[in-house]
T-cell receptor, first 112, second 114 residues
Framework: RKEVEQDPGPFNVPEGATVAFNCTYS??????FFWYRQDCRKEPKLLMS???SGNEDGRFTAQLNRASQYISLLIRDSKLSDSATYLC?????????????FGQGTRLTINP | GAVVSQHPSWVICKSGTSVKIECRSL??????MFWYRQFPKQSLMLMAT?????????EQGVEKDKFLINHASLTLSTLTVTSAHPEDSSFYIC??????????FGPGTRLTVL
């Protein structure tokens, strides 16, 4: 079983739609969680951290369910510029160390 | 601030040659640097973690004699792929961490071995 699992997609949605991605992780001791976005042939860029209480940043909402070891990302009012691969990332390090484990990524295409 | 650069951005080499990739933190001192590899349509995989002045810690399955990491200063780490073969062709990405801060990623180096 992979440490971080995502539906690879691809997701093709019209502009303005709401889209949700899910992710599960296997290491119950993981302490911090992130969503990154990666554009084609580029490095990953941090989109947002994910907190236990859930958090929102503009059109993006992230949720964490520690009991189910499940993370989600919701994008509202999607824009063409949201087209990218979204990476679910879990910090498997402990004691201040950071060992990021990346999911395979979910590819999203927003259509005009 | 928190800019990380990599050089070169892409390289094509013949099988059997060695390739050196540089990773620099331009505006901060990085306590830790990381090297990742990403094959097409796959996730980033951590290869090794290095702290300035000490030996790198390699992930399981990564050959330390093949992927030489030198972290000579708080702003520079190098990855040398020795005797590269076509199966080493990949996207190599470094990241740098400032204290307990998050990791900042470099733009990546695309290696193609013929």
């Amino acid at each position: 079983r992979k440490e971080v699992e995502q539906d690879p997609g691809p997701f093709n949605v019209p502009e303005g739609a709401t889209v949700a991605f899910n992710c599960t992780y296997s290491n119950s001791a993981s302490q911090s969680f992130f969503w990154y976005r990666q554009d084609c042939r580029k490095e990953p860029k941090l989109l947002m951290s994910v907190y236990s209480s859930g958090n929102e940043d503009g059109r993006f909402t992230a949720q964490l369910n520690r009991a189910s070891q499940y993370i989600s990302l919701l994008i509202r009012d999607s824009k063409l510029s949201d087209s990218a691969t979204y990476l679910c990332v879990v910090n498997a390090g402990g004691g201040g160390a950071q060992k990021l484990v990346f999911g395979q990524g979910t590819r999203l295409t927003i259509n005009p | 601030g928190a800019v990380v650069s990599q050089h070169p951005s892409w390289v094509i080499c013949k099988s059997g040659t060695s390739v050196k990739i540089e990773c620099r933190s331009l505006d901060f001192q990085a306590t830790t640097m990381f090297w990742y590899r990403q094959f097409p349509k796959q996730s980033l995989m951590l290869m090794a973690t290095s702290n300035e002045g000490s030996k790198a810690t390699y992930e399981q399955g990564v050959e330390k004699d093949k992927f030489l990491i030198n972290h000579a200063s708080l702003t520079l780490s190098t990855l040398t792929v020795t005797s590269a073969h076509p199966e080493d062709s990949s996207f190599y990405i470094c990241s740098a961490r400032r204290g307990q801060d998050t990791q900042y990623f470099g733009p990546g180096t695309r290696l193609t071995v013929l």
